[in-house]
């Protein structure tokens, strides 16, 4: 894995990013992988480029992106006015896992927490995911917080 590249995504990687978060079981129903790229995926990639501290990522290798992540700097009044880094979206093509990209991503991760002064790290991750569970878990994260989702789009 020392051939890797992992740098803000640009707008002619996002069908790329869409195909990773679709594939898989919980992806493939919420994303739409269809060519040309949706709208609403440029739209929403120029929202997060518009906003300082949403940056996209991707994993390049030879040419091809192989994972995805967004990283989001959430500044707050609370922890003596802590900003958090938000770790979302993390995805590796299925023929990529277990290559040990992700602890790379991972540690990509935490260095760009660390430059930007976040004084804590945290991620979701869906219940379903238990492979997941355990990566993290590996890694230092601890489920010490309950999440909860209110669909909007279901109301």
Do not use: W
């Not at 919420?30 to 060519?35: G, K, Q, T, W």
């Not at 739209?43 to 192989?66: P, S, T, Y």
């Not at 009044?77 to 802590?82: A, H, L, N, P």
């Not at 093509?93 to 991972?106: E, I």
Request: proline share 1%.
């Amino acid at each position: 894995m020392t051939e890797i590249i992992i740098r803000k995504a640009k707008e002619k990687d996002l069908l790329s990013v869409v195909r990773l978060l679709a594939d898989d079981q919980l992806g493939s129903v919420r994303e739409d992988a269809s060519e040309p790229i949706a709208g609403f995926y440029l739209d929403a990639f120029k929202r997060m480029d518009e906003q300082k501290g949403n940056d996209l990522f991707v994993v390049e290798r030879h040419n091809n992106v192989i994972g995805c992540m967004q990283l989001t700097l959430i500044a707050g009044v609370s922890r003596k006015g802590m900003t958090r880094c938000q770790i979302e979206g993390v995805r590796i093509s299925a023929d990529h896992r277990s290559s040990g990209l992700g602890q790379k991503m991972m540690d990509f991760a935490l260095q760009y927490a660390k430059d930007n002064h976040c004084g804590l790290v945290q991620l979701t991750t869906d219940k379903s995911r238990e492979d997941a569970h355990r990566f993290y878990e590996n890694l230092g994260y601890k489920a010490s917080h309950i999440g909860m989702k209110l669909d909007l789009l279901k109301l």
